[in-house]
């Protein structure tokens, strides 16, 4: 047999309801809660308390006493006062007129002029040069001047040399060195050639060479011009 249930019964049904009632009692709690009062806790009249009494001190009243020096007794009289005569001679320093009178004559002395020394700079080594001789055309900065003027004397020097020459004196064939060293002097002359070569006639083909350099720009040391040392070697292939 079914057991049927009221539908009015059914509380299920009314779970909307309750939920709505649940929520206004949950705002009216919390309104209630922050619209209640709170007072400060009073405490009763502890009475009047005079600090003052207890900040007053008895201060006495004290004297100071200045300690008593002794005094002590004044030096003794000397029975007899000395006087020294005063024998040393004092010089008076005789102040002479510089003022001249037109009668008299007015000496001035002769004014010798010194001539300057000038500083003499000795030749300079073309790897220590301030200011490098400039070979003709030649441009650039100091390491520039120095790589094109090195290049220039090896290209004058393969081109006016005599190639034959060794092979025409009868030298063993091989490698053979020459060296050469030379001075740009202070008007940029080529001067003071010397070589070391393998045979004589080689010697004076290579002087006859590098005498045919054109003239460079001297080269400066201290802003001055100077003799500038250079010093190069070759070396001649002899078949």
Not at 128 to 136: A, L, Q, R
Request: glycine fraction near 4%; charged fraction near 30%.
């Amino acid at each position: 047999m079914e057991i049927k249930k009221n539908p009015k019964s059914n509380l299920e049904n009314f779970s909307k309801i309750f939920m709505q009632i649940g929520l206004v009692l949950a705002l009216f709690i919390t309104y209630a809660a922050i619209e209640q009062k709170t007072y400060d806790k009073t405490y009763g009249d502890l009475g009047v308390v005079n600090m003052n009494q207890e900040l007053e001190e008895d201060i006495p009243i004290t004297e100071r006493v200045e300690p008593v020096k002794p005094k002590t007794p004044p030096p003794p009289t000397p029975e007899k006062i000395e006087v020294v005569e005063d024998e040393k001679e004092i010089e008076e320093t005789v102040i002479e007129s510089t003022e001249t009178d037109e009668t008299e004559k007015v000496v001035v002395e002769e004014i010798v002029e010194v001539a300057e020394v000038e500083e003499v700079i000795e030749d300079v080594s073309f790897m220590i040069i301030e200011n490098v001789p400039v070979f003709p055309g030649c441009t650039g900065n100091n390491n520039e001047l120095k790589d094109c003027f090195s290049d220039k004397v090896q290209k004058h020097f393969s081109r006016k040399f005599d190639a034959e020459l060794p092979n025409e004196l009868g030298l063993s064939p091989g490698k053979k060195k020459v060296f050469i060293s030379f001075k740009i002097d202070k008007n940029g002359n080529i001067v003071d050639i010397q070589t070391r070569a393998p045979h004589p006639r080689i010697k004076s083909e290579v002087i006859s060479v590098m005498q045919q350099l054109p003239k460079m720009k001297p080269g400066r040391q201290r802003g001055k011009p100077v003799g500038v040392k250079y010093s190069i070697p070759f070396t001649l292939i002899v078949e």
